[in-house]
């Protein structure tokens, strides 16, 4: 998959989530290829595009943690329950080195949870990972 159909893909399936969570499940979504010495921002949507770059290592960090020792596989996927703020709530991997990070600045994946319509949009989440395990990113 290129980057513009992953990008339309990722955009409609988080309106789909929206609208079955009634308000946004994430309100930040991010394709980013890792690289030595600075990701590389593919794809935005979110409230603080200026402040993505000078955070991005400290909102990582909770990621890193959850993922330490762990191999995810194209279509594999990781929440962090406790990220706070505007650390990352979730990533996927979407092929190669890059990965979808999805945030809500505001809610930890705790709270969102928590209401029951988040079963209803989790299935489309895990749609979109194995679209992604079916076509990586190229």
């Known amino acids: 998959m290129i980057l513009a159909e ?3 893909f990722i955009r409609q399936c988080r309106d789909r989530m929206h609208a079955l969570y009634n308000k946004p499940v994430f309100d ?17 949507e979110g409230p603080r595009v200026e402040q993505f770059r ?3 290592l400290d909102d990582v960090a909770p990621l890193r ?3 330490e020792g762990r191999h ?6 990781a929440f962090v ?3 706070t703020g505007t650390a990352y709530d979730a990533c ?5 080195a890059s990965y979808l990070l999805c945030n809500h600045t505001t809610r930890s994946m705790a709270e969102i949870r928590q ?3 988040w079963l209803a949009a989790q299935k489309v989440f895990v749609e979109l990972t194995e679209k992604f395990r079916a076509d990586p990113l190229a």
């Open 6 to 8: 992953a990008s339309s």
């Open 28 to 44: 930040e979504w991010i394709v980013v290829t890792l690289q030595p010495g600075a990701p590389v921002l593919s794809f935005y």
């Open 54 to 56: 000078q955070r991005f």
């Open 65 to 67: 943690q959850e993922l």
């Open 72 to 77: 995810l596989s194209v279509g594999d996927f």
């Open 81 to 83: 329950l406790d990220a």
């Open 92 to 96: 996927v991997r979407l092929g190669g």
């Open 115 to 117: 209401d029951p319509l």
